[in-house]
């Protein structure tokens, strides 16, 4: 019993082995094709990949453009293999197959058993050099190409992203320093010079009038000068008194008779002389 099941799984390996189509045979899909080349058009092309980890025999599958018209079926040939994440390009000039530029065309992939692996529609027309394809590679959605790449990984148009407006770093405001704000200089008043007073004209010395020598009053003695007339020897001088005056005569009172400063007076009895004598 064990013998036979040794057996069976060294024919399993064999098998295996011999055939890897049984490993992955779904992982061998269509990944590319190119309708309308600017150049030749031999070098229209379908690309398939193997998205798998096995290496995979293709020997006796078949490529064609549409069922039951269209293009002859190009078979692939015997041991062709693809590699783990491979690439195998097949051109028209190859396999005949013409694909229509103006759409309404398949891009099929049959195994050797006549089983459709993979197929795609197109409708619109193809521009020159407009390749379509999977992305990524063997599994994502079919798109158009940025470029044709055969034998190479897809990329595709890039999208335009709008360029980043750039936005002004903001201005930082400085954090006020606590100083306190220098104070105004005042200006210092310009001092108003104090008025000089006109320099008043030295008063012109009123000289002092010489006083008149005012006379001094003159002091006069009063004599009574008798002179009796019978001998005229005997006479008698008295001095009656002294009157001040400035008056050149002055007449006095002798006894109830009057006479003139400096008169005569004769009587009877004798000559009474006043005379009149000036103080030095």
Do not use: C, H
């Amino acid at each position: 019993m064990k013998a036979r099941k040794l057996y069976f799984s060294l024919f399993v390996f064999l098998v295996l082995s011999v055939n890897p189509l049984f490993a992955a045979e779904t992982d061998v899909v269509i990944n590319e094709f190119l309708a309308n080349p600017s150049a030749s058009e031999d070098t229209e092309f379908i690309e398939i990949y193997n998205s798998g980890t096995e290496i995979i025999n293709i020997s006796g599958w078949k490529l064609d453009d549409v069922l039951d018209a269209g293009s002859s079926v190009f078979i692939i040939p015997d041991n062709t293999v693809i590699s783990s994440t491979g690439y195998l390009v097949f051109y028209k000039l190859q396999t005949g197959i013409s694909l229509n530029n103006s759409g309404g065309d398949f891009v099929r992939l049959l195994n050797s058993s006549d089983e459709v692996r993979d197929s795609y529609e197109y409708t619109s027309s193809m521009l020159d050099d407009e390749a379509w394809g999977r992305f990524p590679d063997g599994t994502g959605e079919w798109i158009e190409l940025e470029k044709a790449s055969p034998n190479e990984s897809n990329t595709v148009v890039p999208t335009s992203t709008p360029s980043p407006t750039n936005t002004p770093t903001p201005t930082k405001t400085p954090t006020p320093t606590n100083v306190p704000p220098t104070p105004t200089k005042t200006p210092t008043p310009t001092r108003t010079p104090t008025p000089v007073p006109d320099a008043s004209p030295t008063p012109t010395s009123t000289p002092a009038p010489i006083p008149t020598n005012t006379p001094v009053p003159k002091k006069s003695r009063i004599l009574d000068l008798f002179l009796p007339t019978a001998s005229p020897e005997a006479q008698t001088e008295n001095i009656l008194g002294e009157a001040t005056s400035s008056a050149e005569s002055l007449d006095l009172d002798l006894g109830g008779m009057f006479m003139t400063l400096g008169g005569l007076f004769v009587t009877g009895a004798g000559l009474y002389v006043v005379r009149k004598e000036n103080n030095k």
